[in-house]
């Protein structure tokens, strides 16, 4: 049980709890929410020690193991499954005694406590797991994305993004009785994230995790933890039963009520205009659907009090941009471009709302990069519309900020190097008035990037973004780190902005609320999507399908091109036929039954003198013979373990002959 009261917490001269009182069971799957630097990413300091309460009692079972996703980009020669694996702690710690202890008989070979150890050391690592360590960790890699030749690549072959994806499954591979998770979907994409709320269903322990993904959220919690004005408050059920009943106590007060009447009126204008304008149906109504659940969590914006808007953008050229003939992907160095996309023939319009799908990998990032000319095209032609203003978000692009310089230094820097061409007024006092209108006050606009929280610092880029007047916006997963509010607020003005939009985002709400029409990057191409995001995660799960089936196929039709092959007999022959057939099968059989025979009875041996073994090792003994004991009996284990691999293959073997 973990426990808070009046628990007070400060970072700076910030007070981030002020006398909170919660207490979560074993076992509860906790979604953490708030806005962004409300002192979620705090609370986990606090949980997992780094931090210590200002004030009040904190207590945590102490024999909990924690798991928690490593914050830092791991820069390591290491194969990714090997980093995988180093996740598990408790097998890590093992295997650094077990060397510990073998050096020390090494020097002592006598000392019978060593002795004593070294066989302890070695049953430990194999209780810890040690045996199916490497599957395990695979199967991680694998559900978070990766393809199977990737597995033993370093880790520092692999972009930022796909790392921290590392992070994650080194997190998940640890044994706990604790979870933290903090933001774990920002690195993911759709279908990583769908295996990923699979796998928390499944997970045992206690889960605290910190997401502003609602469909997440719903999926993998029960509890819900609120922290607003340094308070926190739990709420029995997941993150859609807490709105309800956020809203609810929302509705009670008055004031806030009239508030959230105009934010409705505001939106049944959009519900109106996108009811007459959507030409397909289909795609109309899920939006209408979209606008309607903004409709019922207009409560909470209310309360965020926080809204901004993309400014007209001057003149839009139509097309904005045409794409011809093109291949887009990598440059290698002393090699072959590596394509990802060929025969691209695309055109975007003005006012075109475009969702670009694709499953992980495919080249989404690929396509836009190349539009914001962040690489060239390898063939064809890019034509840019005249007067094309690209207004490019990435997650990547966290890294422009600069730790050290404050927003109003940010904004200065940005406004100079515009130069003429900024369209807005760029003194210190209206940059100022400008950061404010992005909820960025009087202190903060003073506070040096590097201390801001992950949604503060998103929300600076989007500011900074914004502040150039862009007529194309292309967004690689800008809803990352932004907090619920924020991500209405952007939804709101995404919806308002006149200009062109492309979209790529796992955030299934705004897609949904955004998009009019969708593009799907795969197998190499280009193409429309026709449907909604419902048939998206069907066709998702198809395609997953589909590549198993493949997989099958290849196998079967390998099998079918190694076995001699079957000519049609006739009829009359075919019981003869037969007859020969299952003569050949059963003398086939007959060395597998054989061996299978001889496996069994070497482990049962093997099981009788490690059964003997162990029970020597209870007895004091001399320490040379302890340790010989020790060294046979994983020397046992080894082969018990190749025994029955062995006669896991062979009794395939023979199933296979029987069907
Ligand atoms: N070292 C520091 N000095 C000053 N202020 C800090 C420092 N560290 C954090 N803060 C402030 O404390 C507040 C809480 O930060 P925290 O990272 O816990 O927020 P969060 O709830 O996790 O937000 P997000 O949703 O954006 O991740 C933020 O306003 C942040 O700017
Ligand atoms: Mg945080």
Not at 21 to 33: D, I, Q
Not at 613 to 637: D, H, M, S, Y
Request: net charge negative; aromatic share 6%; proline share 4%.
């Amino acid at each position: 049980m973990i426990t808070l009261k009046n628990v007070i917490l400060r970072r700076s001269a910030k007070v981030l709890l002020d006398g909170a009182t919660v207490t979560l069971n074993p076992g509860e799957k906790v979604g953490l929410v708030g806005r962004n630097g409300a002192g979620k990413s705090t609370l986990f300091a606090l949980l997992n020690g780094t931090l210590h309460e200002d004030g009040g009692d904190f207590s945590i079972p102490k024999q909990w193991r924690m798991a928690q996703v490593a914050q830092n980009m791991p820069e390591t020669e290491e194969s990714a499954t090997d980093f995988v694996v180093g996740g598990d702690t408790r097998l890590t710690e093992l295997r650094e005694q077990l060397a510990a202890i073998e050096a020390a008989y090494a020097e002592n070979p006598d000392d019978a406590d060593i002795g004593m150890e070294l066989a302890h050391a070695y049953t430990d690592l194999a209780d810890a797991g040690e045996h199916d360590a490497v599957p395990r960790a695979q199967a991680l890699i694998l559900g978070l994305g990766f393809k199977t030749h990737e597995l033993d690549a370093p880790v520092n072959s692999f972009s930022g993004g796909w790392r921290m994806r590392l992070q994650l499954a080194r997190a998940l591979m640890c044994p706990s009785d604790l979870l933290l998770l903090d933001e774990p979907t920002n690195h993911l994409d759709l279908d990583a994230l769908v295996w990923l709320e699979a796998w928390l269903q499944k997970y045992p322990g206690t889960m605290i995790v910190i997401s502003h993904d609602r469909e997440f959220l719903d999926a993998v919690t029960d509890v819900t933890l609120h922290i607003a004005n340094a308070q926190l408050t739990r709420y029995g059920g997941n993150y859609s039963k807490f709105e309800d009943m956020r809203a609810l106590q929302m509705e009670q007060q008055q004031q806030a009520f009239a508030k959230q009447q105009e934010k409705i009126a505001h939106l049944q204008k959009f519900i109106d205009r996108f009811k007459a304008k959507a030409s397909k149906a289909k795609q109309a109504q899920s939006r209408v659907k979209a606008l309607e659940r903004m409709e019922r969590v207009a409560p909470l914006l209310a309360e965020a009090d926080f809204s901004f808007e993309f400014k007209e953008p001057g003149n839009i050229p139509n097309p904005m941009l045409s794409i011809s003939n093109a291949s887009f992907g990598y440059v290698v160095e002393d090699a072959e471009p590596k394509t990802i996309l060929r025969g691209v023939n695309r055109s975007v319009l003005a006012g075109q709302r475009i969702g670009i799908l694709g499953a992980n990998g495919q080249g989404k990032s690929t396509l836009v990069k190349t539009i914001a000319r962040e690489m060239g095209a390898l063939a064809g032609q890019v034509t840019e519309g005249k007067g094309l203003n690209i207004g490019y978000f990435a997650q990547q692009e966290l890294d422009v900020l600069h730790p050290g310089s404050n927003p109003l230094e940010h904004m200065v820097r940005l406004a100079r190097e515009l130069g003429g061409n900024a369209r807005e007024p760029s003194g210190e006092q209206a940059l100022r008035g400008y950061l404010g209108s992005f909820n960025f006050s009087g202190d903060m606009v003073k506070q040096p990037v590097g201390t801001m929280s992950g949604g503060e610092k998103a929300r600076l880029v989007l500011a900074m973004m914004v502040w150039q007047r862009p007529n194309l916006l292309l967004l690689d997963e800008p809803t990352n780190h932004l907090d619920l509010a924020t991500r209405e607020a952007l939804a709101v003005a995404l919806n308002e902005f006149e200009g062109t939009l492309m979209l790529v985002s796992h955030d299934r709400a705004l897609l949904r609320s955004v998009c009019d029409e969708f593009w799907l990057v795969g197998r190499g191409v280009v193409g429309d999507f026709e449907g909604d995001l419902d048939d998206y995660q069907r066709y998702l799960l198809d395609e997953s399908k589909r590549l198993r089936e493949e997989a099958k196929v290849a196998v079967r039709e390998a099998e079918a091109a190694a076995a001699p092959a079957a000519a049609a007999t006739p009829a009359p022959q075919q019981r003869k036929q037969d007859a020969q057939d299952r003569q050949q099968r059963s003398d086939q059989a007959k060395p597998i039954k054989r061996e299978i025979a001889q496996i069994d009875e070497r482990l049962a041996k093997a099981a009788t003198e490690r059964a003997e073994l162990e029970a020597r090792l209870a007895q004091p003994l001399p320490a040379g013979e302890i340790a010989e004991a020790g060294k046979r009996l994983k020397a046992l284990n080894d082969e018990i373990g190749r025994l029955e691999e062995r006669w896991l293959a062979l009794s395939d073997q023979l199933e296979a002959l029987a069907a």
